[in-house]
């Protein structure tokens, strides 16, 4: 079956643009300010060791600090797929 980034929003519980996310590393806040569909490029084909492409949803945070305007100071961004547990192990969703 196909993958497709419905799935990976889905199963990954992904955060919505304008949520809030903790980082489990350094405890500090972060909001989602933008999400996209994009493809990751990947070698590892099962069944033939090709290349493939594999549907993953980008999201960019913003670091939460007093006194600064939404969208000025630190960024982030990370691609997701369904094949990774990256968001589970650093983040911590607070809203």
């Known amino acids: 079956m196909q993958e497709t980034?419905?799935?990976v929003i889905s199963e990954k519980h992904l955060p919505r643009v304008g949520d809030?996310?903790?980082s489990k590393k350094y405890g500090t806040p972060w909001r989602v300010i933008e999400k996209k569909e994009v493809w990751l490029n990947t070698s590892d084909d099962p069944e033939t060791g090709e290349y493939r492409t594999l549907p993953a949803i980008y999201l960019c945070y913003w670091r939460v600090q007093e006194?600064?305007?939404p969208g000025v100071?630190?960024?982030l961004g990370y691609a997701y797929s369904l094949h990774d547990n990256t968001f589970d192990?650093?983040?911590d969703r607070l809203n």
């Open 5 to 7: 980034h419905d799935q």
């Open 20 to 22: 809030t996310v903790r």
């Open 67 to 69: 006194g600064k305007m």
């Open 73 to 75: 100071g630190r960024m």
């Open 89 to 91: 192990a650093n983040w």
